[in-house]
């Protein structure tokens, strides 16, 4: 897991949400018209870059997720 990814839920475990900035992007779908690609030793360049793109696409859904969850357990407890 990369060091950035370990600090970002680190600050979620430790309602450190002020510090959280979710940065919109553009989401040009490349990966929704690609075939799905299984991870091999011959693969192509293209494929490896589908399979990422992939992967990032479901990493900034799970980070979203989970800060929304923050978000909303914090309003809770301030209720």
């Not at 696409?57 to 809770?76: G, H, S």
Request: charged residues 30%; proline residues 3%.
């Amino acid at each position: 897991m990369e060091k950035g990814h370990i600090e970002i839920l680190n600050s979620l475990k430790n309602d450190k949400i002020e510090n959280i900035v979710i940065k919109e992007f553009q989401d040009l779908h490349i990966s929704d018209y690609s075939i799905p690609a299984e991870p091999s030793a011959d693969m192509s360049y293209q494929d490896i870059i589908v399979i990422a793109i992939k992967k990032g696409k479901k990493a900034y859904k799970l980070y979203n997720d989970l800060a929304l969850k923050q978000i909303q357990r914090m309003q809770k407890s301030c209720s």
